[in-house]
């Protein structure tokens, strides 16, 4: 993984562990502690995630690694990684690779030799291509952590749908049922990993609008809104209150698409409001 990634992937993933282990690996666990391994006798790789949890098989080391290219040796390391492991704490690991690059994976997940029955090796681990997993497989799940992975994922409808694939993904996190600082948390993850394999104009453009809607949605007009204007105005059915309400959102700047949503009045009702 290149260093520019290197620096900041542990921050970025260690929020999205629980999640990781539930959702890519099916993982009936309770994870115990987070250990801390500096891997002397090889690299020392920020993007490391190692927990121990316990199992139904006992318990385990879970090794999670992010990598952002391919890398022909990752076999090699990964096996090192595997003997420090159980060297250090006495316990069987369970690794991972998570494959976050642009590419498609062109790296091996074994090393094998058999040289008699006395001199063999059978060794692997799991690679998962986040490109592989479907938009839609995730946003119906309530694994929102994994939501900043959204623009990594689902290749072929990210090469089709470009631009607009990466608004998709802003949408499902605005429209995440959390406090309105998780959804921030969620989307500046998703901001920097869009870096992998988006153009930074094209992230900067998508991302702006989605900081001006969080502001909107922290804007006391907005919250009064939520809270009271729909309660006695939409729900009342009263014309001038939801055209009161269309005006107020108008003027903190949200879209049409969003304000007809919210106040049930036609776009083309809303849009003569601009004037």
Do not use: W
């Not at 919250?223 to 059915?237: L, P, S």
Request: net charge negative; charged share 35%; glycine share 4%.
């Amino acid at each position: 993984m290149s260093q520019k990634y290197d620096i900041t992937m542990k921050n970025i993933f260690s929020d999205m562990a629980d999640d990781i282990m539930s959702y890519f690996l099916g993982l009936q666990y309770t994870k115990i502690d987070e250990l801390n391994i500096e891997f002397a006798r090889v690299e020392r790789r920020d993007s490391d995630m190692i927990f121990k949890c316990t199992t139904d098989k006992g318990n385990v080391a879970v090794h999670i690694e992010f990598q952002s290219d391919n890398d022909e040796k990752m076999p090699y390391r990964m096996l090192r990684y595997s003997l420090e492991i159980m060297e250090k704490h006495n316990l069987l690991p369970y690794q991972i690779v998570v494959y976050i690059g642009k590419n498609n994976v062109k790296m091996a997940n074994s090393l094998s030799y058999d040289f008699g029955e006395q001199n063999t090796l059978d060794y692997r681990y799991k690679i998962i291509n986040v490109g592989e997993i479907k938009y839609t497989d995730v946003v119906e799940t309530d694994y929102y952590d994994l939501y900043s992975l959204l623009p990594l994922m689902d290749q072929n409808r990210r090469k089709e749908e470009g631009e607009k694939y990466l608004e998709r993904c802003l949408e499902a996190i605005k429209d995440i049922p959390l406090d309105i600082n998780k959804k921030k948390d969620i989307a500046f993850k998703a901001e920097i990993l869009s870096g992998i394999v988006f153009k930074r104009e094209i992230i900067e453009k998508v991302f702006s609008e989605v900081v001006r809607m969080f502001r909107i949605e922290e804007s006391e007009t907005y919250k009064m809104i939520i809270e009271k204007g729909i309660e006695k105005g939409i729900e009342r059915g009263a014309k001038e209150e939801k055209i009161a309400i269309a005006k107020k959102l108008l003027e903190e700047g949200m879209d049409i698409d969003k304000i007809a949503k919210i106040t049930e009045l036609a776009k083309e009702e809303i849009k003569k409001l601009i004037n």
